[in-house]
Nanobody
């Protein structure tokens, strides 16, 4: 019943910008960490940026200073603002959320978005 829906991917020239959004819906008690991952052809999925429920952030070295992750807890939504895009940023981007479903649960479950393609050309 819980799902994460992504939007905002597309084709962009090098140096341009995109903003990705990911909204969680369904039976949710609490969302802990949220993050953005990406997977380029022939490569492993990697963490791009993460954000805690309190707003603390971390970034991959390759995107630090260019990308900004943020969240709106009232909307259960996480965003990724991507500036100064490079061809090496080309990948499928996936959002992830660590979700507690019930108030008495002791564990959280990871949920993934469907993926959105970002393609950057020179």
């Amino acid at each position: 019943q819980v799902q994460l829906v992504e939007s905002g991917g597309g084709l962009v020239q090098a140096g341009g910008s995109l903003r990705l959004s990911c909204a969680a819906s369904g039976s949710i008690f609490r969302i802990n960490d949220m993050g953005w991952y990406r997977q380029a052809p022939g490569k492993q999925r990697e963490l791009v940026a993460g954000i805690t429920s309190g707003g603390s952030t971390n970034y991959a070295d390759s995107v630090r200073g260019r990308f900004t992750i943020s969240r709106d807890n009232d909307k259960n939504t996480v965003y990724l603002q991507m500036n100064s895009l490079k061809p090496e940023d080309t990948a499928a981007y996936y959002c992830n959320a660590e979700i507690i479903l019930r108030p008495t649960d002791y564990i959280a479950y990871n949920y993934w978005g469907q993926g959105t393609q970002v393609t950057v050309y020179s």
